[in-house]
């Protein structure tokens, strides 16, 4: 190997060592060789938990080496989706070392020594994905939420590439370790990844360069080559190889790549000029101007680069700067602090505006250096820079920098100087924004944050609880709010002393962190750090000399510490008393009352006494005995004082979440009591008596309290009880939304506080009995806000899920909205300017419209296919605008209550979500529209009515001298008198644009540490509002003072949006919470305020809380003065006084009542009795609703409180559903619009009734009694419990529902709601979820890469055409357009276009780009049209035959429309009356049609006249199929016929007039025919008509040959309901039955039919496997109950029935074979069950004791008695209708048979027919046979579980639905569970975790486990779906 000429051009490793024979390579753990799908070659799969142990070793030990010589290392591999990997490379070096260099996903950050280099891997993942997207958004700059950007280091993503990794090890060693390099020793390939090869060379290889394009272009000759044959990856034929793969190369040629991190760049190796040769480490390179930046920027740059120094920027001045002079440093210094009051003048905050340096008269240019002094205020931003200001001739750009701490240093250019101040005595103080401070907290909506674990009562009654940094104390009798404002991260806990005069308080997060507060005042009096991370609990002793936390350390282990705080409050230090670290878990550890050197703490499975001795912190535990094992949540001591008691005389109380409630004797350490806390009963009487002590299950009590005469406790099940101290019984109890954490009683013993794990703080008053809520919250991060202004209402969308709305001045909140489907978060949400209306932009696209004044959805829409980024109205009310992250905008007609969509437009916004939720902006006068796009550089500016394009400004262009392109973040309109346009950058600036020509005025930079996320400018000009990171700033808009800009902090998490309020007189920000601020400037006055008497006489002076009340009485007037002839009346409503009478226009009277009106607060707030109301969705609007854009301030009913809407009975939660009437429904508008506006012409025909056509081929969706559920809860991605394993049987009610490409092998079909595309070879499935209906129709594009499918939606609302990527296998668009259901799609012969046509009930045709999916043109017809069909031969032409004939179809374009003209030619009188059923196209322009009187007509598509027909069968043609000369239809009679018609085409050339099939001068000739098992419902065959499949109403699918004359079935399934599923013992096979009379056997796992045993005339209700007794135990049979009362038993292996038996008279309903064989047990109709004998068909006994109701199960255990008293082998039960169990026992060996138990289930009066009720379902559980599972009709929808030996219900578990099938799993606790509702439930019995599958398209009916557990099946109506259990 010493020669390296054998190397070159380079070497395959793998191929050098023969990998394949691992002789001279080594794999240790799992590692694999396989074929990998997307490669079509081999690789190696390595995956394992410890990657240390499952590996790939290159050579076979570590003494041996490769000596491989070449530069560039490829690794060709793909990491593991949600895995880590590693990989080592063992380099040598010229100086004889070893170095590894590893890289690994593992890696947080760059490490290096000198034997070893650590990097860091940033996977990447597939184009368009979620996680690329993600980490697209750190492309300019930093992000706003710094911890995020770490997500992207960790686990490979799902959708992780193939990869093509290279390494410059010489760069590597030069740079980084100075070493030369020699050559590769070593590999190390490590789980988890798949491996194609690795491979060395000295040439830089380029894998999206081609040999033809390197050979054109010389790219050979700058240093790339293409890649070689065996380095390539497989590239699809006009796709792009970096679209496919990432390309990673270390080091990068982008400018913005890091060096200490890998990631994938996209630029080509080719620009990286020729390799250097050189070890010498290469130098920065500049960057040219023009180039685009192409590299993203990774988020490992920040964590591994160190911190970077004040960036190079323009110099700020004209081409001459002055020149300075140049003193020492130190006279700089000397000087300042000479000038005390100098420096005092100039201390700002640490991020403050620009400052405009004075300008000397001499024309030198002062510098100024700050030092820092007002910590409150700090960003966390560490740069240090000047401001230097002159005049200038370029647009001012006024950046804001940070003071100098102490040097004077600033930049010019490029080059640093130092520089001296000249004399500062000149200097007159800055000017400042006024009044300082302008903003002033006053609300916050929110409690929790790190935890709702902790909130604390005060002394005189106040409650204080943290708000995620925030410390509140709100009194509780006025609501009034005050702030501890000092944390930088989540508070994690708080403690009181004694006194209530020291709070302590902790903040989670790595700096653990204690501060001290002086209660009364306010200020912090003490910061210390502890040594634990992040405390969890925190105790003061009574005297407040002593405090205690715990947290654990950097190593995760328990740590205990003591503080000495007796010293805190007056200016001492605290110092540490003691500190511990434990092994065992401490959950709360308090301080005794009795004794600052004593605590107790409790956790999992311990109690434990500490004390403080010597410096010293001991524990001793407390013997728990056989209670060891509890998890403890809570201890408390008892209260009160007795002067003859010992202090320590104290008895301890522990709760835990068993139920469990310990009382300790503290002294002897020993355990008193133990009692167990059960749930309440439900009626009031067993209130009272409730048991303590029992093995039930328990309640989990999360928190207790002791006062002197009850406890309180808080527990899971969302209660809080009191307690008397014997806990005998619960005195007092109030029901919470969620599971309470936290219970305190007050000092008094009047108060108990409690708050929950759903963010609610409330409290009960014991005296009264009643419960106040004091704070509601989100429990995630607020995403957006909107104000109403005229109501004073706040709504905003969480990540929670939820939309809440706020009164702005209670804090109450009044409505909770939550989305049915799951996930669909609301993201935006904007107010209607002047009614209670508001929109909601979610996650999934839709855009909904509340009216929240008489609780009623208003709209729906649907049209946007990613996030909506923004939502808003115009400020006159008439429209609405909504945009998403694909790009969409949307313009709604806001003045109607409908919401009509008047235009869409797609691709006009730029895409990612990341501009959410304000991107749009709206001027001030409704005239423009402003957002970022098309792309992210561009900003563009619409005509508000018209979306026109009216500006498009650059803003990459704009600052020539950057070095990065800047993009735009979000564009904002200030008022309309300013003609500005503010657009923020991701470079930090904030840019001053012309609204009307786009030109920059003005520009300020670094307006915050990290990008600008929300702007808005207040309503008169003079301020503008930012929010960057967790910082808020106000800024005087001119920017014209020293000083221009205050910076409020308080938010723990960066700030989504900020504004002003509609009256000018607050802030709203929200993120972590929502946070509201007083506005403390003036506003200035306008002339009419100015010239009116009236609004001028206040007072030149008032107190300072009249201040901001008596403003927002004059800027009510000021902003409503229109409306004062309505005050009066709502006056006297809000006053509860007499309306007083005043004269027409009375000017002075309507003006006091209406300051009255908004300014005085309310006698009581509208507070929510228990929860907000419900708003209920479903009830219809009234017609004769007033206009909304009518209200103003004051207007109301007569009868109603203005802020208060009747709440309506229900839930406390509105259910977002489209559950509009019918009338309503018919009258909405829907579906997407284009540029055009495209009108319905038919909207006009849907007053009348419409009449479905007669004829099959029209699809008409089976009856389905019940919808889909609205509240499904569908499992997360990855953790599903269950995964669709097969679907069995074909859908034979669709229409044109299959498809098959012979060229691709693709093969699709329907069955429900799924896609099921099958591979023919293998009978693997794929199954394509998307549709909640039943699907109608399938289409596949002439490429076969693009399939669509199309269906009704949910509940009658539009329909749904989705659009799948085959090669893909996921959906990538959903539309939405018809009302009804979708009868036929197509896609264009060039697949641009694709058609959709409406049924019977909507009469429109919707022509579709592919290219966007977005709507072309529609068009209405006067007929049902059955069947739609593209010309082969012009892409602009296609035809629809229906009810009037045919209509032909022109596509015209203009510009970007489309337009269709439409020529409808009906059918020739010599056909007859008849319908065009059918269609299809020849090659030779010839169009066939098909009718329902079996007739096929010819056509000429040029001049669109029929020439030709004949019959061609007796019934209706459905389905045409043309190739070549050979036509095949299908029909109704079930057959098929293959047609020769060359003849045709010889007739159409002759010019012949139409001939019918009564002349015979024309043959066409039948050559061959078929009959099938049903009506031909769809078809396709190859190019030759030789082969092809057809499907059939039956539920079949035939393979047809024409050549051989066969057909074969190759899907099978009922051609009816399926009325039972059941497994075979050993698994092997499992049979169904259906209402079509059919026995079918299946083999598993392939799911061939074996055996169909068919009964004529009969239904099969009910089947079993029969475990008979024959010598031949592999002799195997089912047997089956039939509708006639017949048995059957039916034997497999001769495929033959085998015994008949008449045991019923009536329909048999259930039957199940005994445990032994012995007997069957059947049971009928009428309530009888019958035992027969399988050996000889006799009935030997009839158990009567049900009769009269219809037996729904039979079940048979095997299980001995002896316990029960009884004898018997086994044990069996049977259910009926009328809610009865009867459980037997029974030996019939010996012929015995006795009742064991009889249960009875009440329920209530029900007026429905028996029938319709849920049927009533029993079961054994698996694991206890002694215990029975029963879920039918009852007072409860609910799981009940019996025990057979305790003779008690034992659990219940509450069911959302009833059940209609049940069965549970004999493995695993697992019971699944159907219902009506297409719901099928799988809950765990231990716990009740449960998820739900929404897969089928129609009532689940049957669900079956195997006998291992291992699968489910389940069915609705024909479908049977198998599904592998994962468990929960």
């Not at 210390?528 to 105790?539: E, G, V, Y």
């Not at 799609?1385 to 999916?1413: E, H, M, N």
């Amino acid at each position: 190997m010493s020669s390296k000429a054998w190397q070159q051009p380079y070497v395959n490793i793998f191929k050098h060592v023969k990998v394949e024979e691992w002789r001279r390579s080594t794999k240790e753990g799992d590692v694999a060789a396989l074929t990998d799908k997307t490669l079509k070659s081999a690789v190696y799969r390595i995956r394992g938990c410890i990657p240390a142990s499952n590996y790939i070793l290159l050579p076979k030990t570590g003494t041996q080496t490769l000596g491989l010589t070449g530069r560039y290392f490829y690794l060709l591999f793909r990491p593991a989706p949600s895995k880590h990997f590693v990989v080592h490379v063992d380099v040598a070096s010229e100086e004889s070392q070893v170095v590894r260099v590893s890289f690994s996903n593992l890696f947080k950050e760059f490490k290096s020594t000198a034997t070893w280099l650590q990097f860091p891997f940033l996977c990447g993942a597939a184009k368009g994905s979620v996680y690329e997207s993600t980490a697209r958004t750190a492309r300019h700059g930093e992000r706003r939420d710094r911890p995020d950007r770490t997500r992207l280091v960790g686990p490979a993503p799902a959708s992780v590439r193939w990869t093509c990794l290279v390494l410059d090890l010489r760069y590597i060693l030069s740079v980084y370790l100075n070493r030369h390099y020699s050559h590769l020793k070593s590999i190390r390939l490590c789980a988890s990844m798949s491996v194609k090869n690795v491979f060395t060379s000295d040439i830089l290889f380029d894998p999206g360069l081609s040999f033809t394009e390197a050979k054109q272009a010389g790219v050979s000759l700058q240093g790339a080559c293409p890649m070689p044959r065996e380095m390539c990856f497989p590239v699809p034929k006009g796709e792009d190889w970096h679209d496919l793969y990432d390309y990673i190369r270390f080091p990068s040629t982008g400018a913005k790549m890091p060096h200490d991190s890998f990631q994938r760049g996209r630029t080509s190796p080719a620009g990286s000029g020729t390799c250097r040769k050189s070890p010498v480490p290469e130098l920065c390179r500049s960057v040219d101007l023009s180039k685009p930046v192409r590299d993203r920027i990774s988020v490992i740059e920040q964590m591994t680069t160190p911190k970077p120094r004040p960036r190079h920027r323009a110099p700020l001045m004209t081409t001459r700067v002055p020149e300075l002079g140049l003193p020492s440093s130190d006279a700089v210094v000397s000087d300042l602090r000479k000038s005390q009051k100098v420096q005092a003048d100039f201390r700002t905050s640490e991020e403050e505006g620009a400052a405009k340096t004075p300008v000397a008269s001499d024309g030198s240019v002062h510098v100024f250096a700050r030092r820092e002094h007002n910590s409150a205020a700090q960003d966390g931003d560490g740069e240090t820079e000047e401001v230097v200001s002159t005049t200038v001739s370029r647009p001012l750009s006024l950046p804001s920098k940070k003071a100098s701490k102490l040097r004077v240093r600033t930049r010019f250019g490029s080059a640093p100087f130092d520089a001296t101040l000249p004399p500062l005595t000149p200097l007159v103080p800055p000017q400042k924004l006024q009044p300082d401070p302008i903003l002033k907290l006053k609300r916050i909506f929110g409690f929790g944050g790190r935890t709702t674990k902790c909130a604390v009562w005060t002394k005189a009654g106040d409650v204080v609880y943290p708000c995620h940094a925030v410390i509140v104390a709100m009194n509780v009798a006025s609501g009034q709010q005050r702030f501890f404002i000092g944390h930088t991260d989540k508070v994690s806990a708080l403690a009181f002393n004694g006194s209530s005069a020291v709070l302590a308080s902790a903040q989670a997060g790595t700096l653990g962190v204690v501060r001290l507060w002086n209660y009364s005042r306010g200020d912090c009096v003490a910061v210390f750090k502890t040594p634990a991370r992040s405390l969890s609990s925190l105790s003061f002793s009574r005297s407040g000399g002593v405090l205690c936390g715990v947290g654990k350390d950097k190593h995760g282990k328990t740590m205990v510490v003591v503080w000495n705080t007796q010293r805190a409050t007056k200016g001492g230090e605290v110092a540490v008393l003691a500190k511990a670290h434990s092994d065992v878990d401490v959950h709360t550890m308090k301080i005794a009352f009795f004794d600052d050197t004593r605590m107790v703490s409790c956790g999992r499975d311990n109690i434990r006494l500490w004390r403080v001795r010597g410096g010293m912190l001991r524990s001793c535990p407390v013997n728990l005995g056989e209670y060891h094992t509890l998890d403890f949540t809570d201890v408390a001591f008892e209260e009160g004082y007795s002067a003859d008691r010992d202090p320590e005389d104290r008895t301890l109380f522990a709760s835990s979440g068993s139920g469990h409630i310990l009382e300790i004797d503290y002294k002897t350490v020993a355990i008193k009591n133990v009692r167990r806390l059960l749930p309440a009963p439900q009626t009031r009487h067993q209130r009272r008596d409730k048991q303590t002590l029992s093995t039930a299950p328990g309640i989990a009590v999360n928190s207790i309290s002791i006062s002197s005469a009850f406890c309180a406790t808080g527990s899971e099940d969302g209660y809080l009880r009191l307690w008397p101290l014997d806990f005998s019984a619960v005195f007092l109890e109030a029901e919470h939304e969620g599971p309470v954490t936290l219970v305190s009683i007050s000092s008094d013993g009047l108060g108990v506080l409690a708050a929950t794990a759903t963010g609610n703080l409330g409290y009960l008053d014991v005296g009264t009995r009643q419960y106040s809520t004091l704070m509601r919250s989100h429990t995630d991060t607020v995403l957006g806000f909107s104000v109403d202004g005229v109501h004073r209402h706040i709504t905003t969308a969480s990540r929670d899920g939820t939309v809440r709305v706020w009164d702005l001045d209670s804090m109450q909140q009044l409505y909770d909205f939550v989305s049915e489907d799951t996930p669909d978060t609301p993201c935006s949400v904007a107010f209607h300017p002047s009614g209670q209306v508001f929109s909601c932009g979610s996650s999934s696209g839709t855009v909904r419209v509340f009216n929240i004044a008489d609780s009623t959805l208003l709209a729906e829409h649907k049209q946007h296919r990613g996030e909506v980024i923004g939502v808003t109205f115009s400020p006159d009310g008439e429209c609405m605008y909504s945009a998403c992250s694909s790009g969409t905008l949307c313009l709604y007609n806001s003045s109607q209550e409908d919401h009509r969509i008047l235009r869409v437009l797609g691709n006009v916004v730029a895409r990612g979500s990341e501009r959410g939720p304000d991107a749009l902006s709206v001027s001030s006068d409704s005239r423009s529209l402003a957002f970022v796009g098309p792309s992210e550089y561009t900003v563009m500016v619409m005509d508000a009515r018209s979306l026109d394009e009216l500006l498009r400004v650059d803003v990459s262009i704009l600052d020539a001298e950057s070095t990065s392109l800047e993009s735009a973040v979000r564009a904002c309109f200030p008022p309309v008198s300013t003609g500005h346009l503010l657009v923020s950058t991701s470079a930090n600036k904030i840019l001053w644009l012309s609204a009307q020509t786009g030109r920059l005025l003005r520009e300020v930079s670094k307006v915050h540490t990290q990008q600008c996320s929300s702007m808005s400018v207040s309503e008169d000009g003079r301020f503008l509002l930012t929010a960057g990171h967790k910082a808020v700033k106000v800024w005087d808009y001119s920017m014209r003072l020293d000083v221009n800009a205050q910076v409020f902090i308080g938010h723990s998490q960066p700030i989504q949006q900020v504004a002003f309020t509609p009256d000018q007189l607050g802030v709203v920000s929200v993120g972590d919470a929502i946070y509201y601020w007083d506005f403390l400037a003036h506003q200035q006055e306008s002339a009419s305020e100015r010239s009116s008497p009236s609004l001028t006489s206040s007072p030149p002076a008032f107190k300072p809380g009249e201040r901001v009340e008596r403003r927002r009485r004059s800027a009510a007037i000021g902003r409503f003065g229109r409306s004062f002839s309505d005050a009066r009346r709502s006056e006297a409503e809000r006053t509860d006084t007499p309306t007083r009478s005043a004269p027409a226009g009375s000017r002075e009277l309507d003006v006091s009542m209406l300051a009255r009106c908004d300014g005085t607060p309310r006698k009581a707030a509208p507070l929510p009795s228990s929860s907000p109301p419900c708003l209920d969705a479903g009830s219809s609007h009234s017609p004769d609703h007033e206009a909304l854009d009518t209200l103003s301030l004051c207007e109301d009913t007569e009868d109603t409180e203005l802020d208060t809407p009747p709440p309506p009975a229900g839930g406390s939660f509105l259910r977002v559903t489209d559950m509009v009437a019918k009338d309503d429904q018919r009258t909405r508008t829907n579906g997407l619009r284009t540029a055009t506006a495209v009108p319905h012409p038919g909207d006009e025909q849907r007053d009348r009734s419409p009449v479905r056509p007669d004829a099959y081929r029209h699809f008409t969706p089976r009856f389905k009694m019940f919808s889909q559920a609205q509240c499904a809860a569908a499992p997360p991605a990855g953790q599903e419990g269950l995964l669709l394993k097969a679907v069995i049987g074909y859908n034979g009610n669709g229409r044109g529902n299959m498809v098959w490409n012979p060229d691709t092998g693709l093969f699709a079909y329907s069955c429900g709601c799924v896609v099921v595309v099958e591979d023919l070879h293998t009978g693997s499935q794929q199954h394509w979820l998307g549709h909640t209906e039943e699907i109608s129709s399938l289409a596949v594009s002439n490429d076969a890469q693009t399939l669509a499918s199309a269906s009704a939606g949910r509940g009658g609302s539009q329909s749904r055409i989705c659009i799948w990527d085959v090669r893909d296998a996921a959906r990538k668009n959903t539309m939405s357009y018809h009302k009804g259901e979708v009868q036929a799609i197509a896609f264009s012969r060039d697949d641009l276009l694709f058609v959709s046509v409406g049924d019977y009930t909507d009469l429109r045709v919707a022509l579709w780009s592919t290219g966007t999916y977005q709507l072309l043109s529609s068009i209405a017809v006067p007929e049902a049209l059955h069947d739609v069909g593209f010309s082969p031969t012009s892409a602009g032409h296609m035809t629809c035959v229906g009810s009037a004939g045919a209509t032909f179809c022109f596509l015209q374009s203009r510009g970007q429309n489309v337009e269709l003209k439409v020529h409808r030619v009906p059918v020739p009188e010599q056909v007859g009356e008849v319908e065009l059923t059918a269609l299809c196209y020849s090659t030779e322009s010839i169009l066939y049609t098909g009718t329902n009187r079996g007739h096929v007509c010819a056509w000429e598509c040029a001049t669109t006249r029929c020439f030709m027909s004949w019959e061609a069968d007796e019934g209706e043609i459905g389905v045409l199929l043309c190739r070549g000369n050979r036509l095949m239809t299908g029909s109704n009679t079930r057959r098929i016929r293959l047609w020769a018609v060359t003849a045709v085409r010889d007739f159409q050339l002759g010019g012949h007039t139409p001939r019918s099939s009564q002349d015979r001068s024309v043959s066409v000739l039948m050559e061959q025919e078929m009959t099938l098992d049903g009506t031909v419902a769809s078809a396709a065959f190859d190019a030759a008509m030789d082969i092809g499949i057809v499907g059939t109403t039956a539920g079949t699918l035939w393979y047809i040959n024409w050549v051989e004359n066969s057909s074969i079935r190759l899907i099978s399934g009922h051609r009816g309901r399926v009325s039972s599923v059941v497994f075979s013992p050993s698994e092997k096979h499992f049979a169904t039955c259906g209402e079509d009379g059919s026995v079918r056997v299946w083999s598993a796992p392939s799911n061939e039919l074996v055996v169909q045993f068919q009964v004529l005339n009969q239904s099969c209700t009910c089947i079993c496997w029969s475990a008979l007794l024959s010598p031949d135990r592999g002799d195997q049979r089912v047997a089956a109950g039939y509708s006639d009362g017949t048995l059957r038993v039916f034997r497999i292996a001769t495929s033959e029935m085998e015994l008949k038996l008449q045991p019923h008279q009536v329909t048999v309903t259930a039957v199940q074979c005994s445990a032994e064989g012995q007997v069957l047990l059947s049971g009928g109709k009428d309530g009888l069950v019958a035992v027969s004998s399988p050996l000889t068909g006799m009935t030997v006994r009839v158990i009567t004791d049900h009769k009269g109701a219809p037996l729904s199960t039979i079940q048979c255990v095997t299980k001995k008695h002896k316990e029960f008293g009884l004898e018997g082998s086994e044990m069996w039960l049977a259910a009926s209708a009328d809610r009865r169990v009867s459980v037997w026992v029974s030996d019939w060996t010996q012929d015995r048979c006795e009742l064991l138990d009889w249960l009875t289930f009440p329920a209530h009066c029900s007026h429905e027919e028996p029938g319709s009720l849920p049927p009533s379902l029993g079961a054994f559980c698996p694991c206890d046979p002694g215990v029975v599972l029963y879920t039918g009709y009852g007072a409860e929808m609910e799981l009940s579980f019996y025990s057979l030996s305790k003779k008690q219900f034992t659990r219940k578990i509450a069911l959302s639905h009833w059940a209609t099938c049940l069965s549970l799993s004999p493995r695993s606790r697992l019971v699944a569970v159907g219902s009506n509702e297409r719901l099928l439930k799988l809950i765990k019995t231990t716990d009740g975790k449960f998820q739900d599958f929404p897969t089928h398209s129609d009532a689940v009916q049957v669900c079956q486990f195997s006998p291992s557990g291992r699968f489910l099946f389940t069915s609705a109506y024909n479908e049977i779906f198998l599904w592998e259990v994962k468990g929960l």
